[in-house]
């Protein structure tokens, strides 16, 4: 297929100032042409025709007196009006003409109009006669006159409706072309954001920049959902190799805890039984961390009508359990109660996990606090502690799979838990804040999910 030749944005844009420029002057050209062709055939007459009309009845009028005066020997180009001791005795003008008249006939400036003059005529008895004409081309037939618009005013109205619907013609065509442009880059992302390349057409594009950026769209897509696709097979292969872990861990696992247990019954001293105990602490506590890894990268369940009052009760029974034997005082704050839509296990556990992680950071005699709120139209589950807080790196990437915070991480946590309670916040469309209290020590954890969904 031959390569199909492209027009610059220049070039456009130049086509159009000359489309617009040479069109008018064509027009102005025919619109005078058709104007002096009119004059030529006598439709019209020249406009001098009403100056030379008053000039000859200048002398005709100023041998007249106010008593013989004679409108039939002044041409009907010329208005005129009889004036006689400021008294106006006769006149062809209307009221407003023949306010202008008197007004220029006493001194007065700037009340002509726009190519009006008049000449004050003394008649032979002392009289004035006041001609007033018009520089313009009236029709050559005085019924037309009388009965049809001034020409000349419609003769350029005319004009500026033809430059007009001309130039709008042209911006038309002009705004079609770069709105067909600008529809195949719209098109060109949307294939983007629904990853499908191959819709994006850059064979219909007219115009050389828009040819390049859909071009650069094109490839952008393609590098784009290359790199999706390499984050995605290494998310996807993590989350394989964790649950490959921890599939391979469950068996030894169970193997320790039985053979310890067996050990429990025979007879041991009292150092050796010590000795077993930690043992099954350990593997107890290695089995939660298996618990946890198997369900890490899980989907939540489905949501269902859900009552925060009954959500409640349960997290402040697990939290009374978290804090009463590390001697911690727990405070339950419940502002709302209501009917949310949601998950209710992984939402469950996902709270837990917050009271789980205030709970191991509260130095004994400390207190955890757990509010149940509404805030713009939002349900707020609070989790606030008397902790060191957050370090600045925490709050910056807590809630990354497996990330621990060096100055509050111990041995019973992985960096699960945030994790874990900020993709439940996500899928129920809302979000995990984390923050620290102001003006005291301590940490916050909020749980935001959308009450309206």
């Not at 005013?153 to 500026?160: P, Q, R, S």
């Not at 149940?372 to 349900?379: C, G, H, L, M």
């Amino acid at each position: 297929m031959a390569k199909r030749k492209l027009t610059s944005l220049r070039t456009v844009l130049l086509r159009y100032l000359l489309l617009c420029g040479g069109g008018c002057a064509l027009i102005l050209v025919l619109w005078w042409g058709i104007f002096m062709q009119l004059i030529n055939i006598g439709f019209l007459l020249p406009a001098v025709a009403s100056a030379q009309a008053c000039a000859d009845a200048r002398g005709t009028v100023a041998s007249m007196t106010a008593d013989t005066f004679d409108s039939l020997q002044i041409s009907d180009l010329c208005r005129w009006a009889v004036v006689q001791n400021d008294t106006v005795l006769q006149t062809n003008m209307t009221n407003r003409q023949l306010k202008i008249a008197l007004n220029s006939y006493h001194g007065g400036s700037g009340n002509l109009g726009y190519m009006q003059y008049q000449y004050d005529v003394k008649m032979a008895d002392g009289s004035f006669c006041l001609l007033q004409y018009d520089y313009a081309t009236p029709y050559a037939d005085p019924a037309l006159r009388d009965t049809l618009p001034d020409f000349q005013t419609f003769y350029f109205v005319l004009l500026a409706a033809l430059i007009l619907v001309w130039l709008g013609w042209q911006t038309h065509c002009t705004v079609r072309t770069f709105a067909a442009e600008t529809t195949r880059l719209n098109a060109a992302v949307d294939a983007i954001a629904a990853r499908q390349l191959e819709q994006i057409d850059t064979d219909g594009v007219r115009i050389r920049e828009f040819a390049a950026t859909l071009q650069a769209l094109q490839t952008m897509g393609r590098e784009l959902t290359d790199s999706l696709q390499s984050q995605w097979r290494m998310e996807q292969q993590r989350t394989e190799q964790i649950a490959a872990l921890a599939h391979d861990l469950k068996t030894p696992l169970t193997v320790i805890q039985g053979n310890a247990e067996l050990l429990e019954e025979d007879t041991l001293s009292d150092a050796q039984h010590a000795q077993l105990q930690a043992i099954l602490r350990g593997t107890e506590r290695a089995r939660h961390y298996l618990a946890a890894l198997r369900t890490a990268g899980a989907a939540p369940a489905v949501q269902t009508s859900l009552a925060s009052h009954a959500l409640t009760e349960r997290l402040a029974q697990t939290a009374r359990a978290l804090c009463a034997p590390a001697g911690i005082h727990f405070i339950l704050q419940e502002e709302w109660q209501g009917t949310i839509r949601a998950a209710e296990n992984d939402l469950l556990r996902a709270a837990e996990n917050l009271l789980d992680n205030a709970a191991a950071h509260t130095p004994r005699g400390g207190t955890v606090t757990l509010t149940v709120a509404k805030e713009n139209n939002s349900f707020i589950l609070r989790v606030t502690d008397t902790g060191p807080g957050f370090t600045p790196e925490a709050l910056a990437k807590a809630g990354e799979m497996l990330y621990t915070d060096a100055a509050r991480s111990d041995a019973s946590h992985q960096g699960l838990g945030l994790y874990f309670a900020k993709k439940v916040a996500q899928f129920h469309g809302g979000t995990l804040v984390l923050s620290n209290l102001s003006g005291t020590h301590g940490a916050c954890a909020e749980l935001r999910l959308p009450i309206g969904r």
